[in-house]
């Protein structure tokens, strides 16, 4: 019997080399299909970075953290590399949004032992000035996005129930009409230039996509065949995207134009899907996560954990896509095949095609800017 089990581990460890080794081959040998360059967002003595949004300018916001230290955000351009936007009392630092002026929002999570977790938004100029956007009336704040013309749009918090609100870049709060009866049932995600906002609230037991009017009435835009959606992000030309049930219980991305949701393009292997982004141009991105419950799903993460070292920010099974016409596409597939990248997840995309996001570059965790190449996009 124990002899049985030694070749019964050694045969184990040999499909895991075989296997490694097979694939390693064929990513290597594969077409060079390269749509984009590629570059990391990072600083020195850096432990990891995540980029999670871009402007129009090329300008790349995100978090990162050091060695003991929170999450912190960050602000990045080609010429001046990353510029950290601080802490603020110990609080992990979240990047919600950046308009083309290069004023970044976001918020600053706390909590403290099993007390909820508090949210309070921020704005970022890049002259520098970090500015709270909690009201001394309310009790915590959640910023959805900022436009252009510097107005920026979210929720402020009474205890229990929640308020659509706008800030000025001085940091004035104005609070709307609209109030929500309770501050568990909705939640906004990101807002476009025409003055419209995503995001979900309870419909029952569930979470249902909604499209809402800065300060005015709330639609609910409905799911694909399953309980829940949940609306992550909008275009100028009213587009929506994010990710909802399907009738097989499997999280699918979405596309919602024209009062119609539809499921975008997922391998149909039992992977699930999520749609992060979507630019005026119809481009969307986002990442697709692979079934850990097949024979290739366990070998796949093996393969990843043996080459990677420990990352904290994704699972083994996510793959950064891009969305083009309903089209699917793994990022891996678009940028040179010797760049050492492993792209999981896709969190932005500007209207020159520009995307970003959070990859492992030989093995380590990364922000990464990607630009189509000439004539690519």
Known sequence: ???????????????????????????????????????????????????????????????????????????????????????????????????????????????????????????????????????????????????????????????????????????????????????????IHAINELGYGVGNYERGNQQVAVLWEVGGVVQDIGTLDGDYSHALDLNDEMQVVGFGESASHTQIAFLWEDDRMVALETPANGSSSRAHSINNKGQVVGCVYHPTDTVWGVLEMAYRKARNKEHTLYNDNEHAVLWEEGKLHYLNDLIPRDSGWELLSAEDINDSGQIVGGGLIHGVERGFLMTPLDGAN
């Not at 300018?57 to 990353?82: N, Q």
């Not at 001394?136 to 979210?154: L, Y």
Request: charged share 20%; aromatic share 12%; hydrophobic share 35%.
């Open 1 to 187: 019997m124990r002899e049985w089990r030694t070749n019964r581990n050694f045969l184990i460890a040999g499909i895991l080399v075989l296997f490694s080794v097979g694939t390693t081959l064929l990513y290597c040998l594969r077409p060079d299909k390269s749509r984009y360059d590629i570059m990391p967002i990072e600083n020195i003595g850096i432990r990891w970075s995540h980029a999670t949004a871009i402007n129009e300018r090329g300008w790349v916001a995100g978090t990162f953290a050091a060695k003991g230290t929170p999450r912190t955000p960050f602000f990045w351009t080609p010429d001046l590399g990353m510029k950290s936007l601080g802490t603020h009392q110990g609080g992990s630092g979240w990047i919600r949004d950046m308009n083309d002026q290069g004023h970044v929002v976001g918020h600053f999570s706390f909590q403290q032992g099993k007390e909820p977790t508090e949210y309070h938004g921020f704005l970022w100029t890049e002259e520098g000035n970090l500015t709270h956007l909690t009201p001394s009336t309310s009790t915590e704040s959640n910023v959805a996005g900022i436009k252009n013309d510097g107005s920026i749009a979210g929720l402020i918090f009474h205890g229990t129930r929640s308020q659509f609100a706008e800030w000025d870049l001085d940091g004035s709060c104005y609070p709307l009409e609209e109030e929500i009866h309770s501050a568990s049932e909705f939640f």
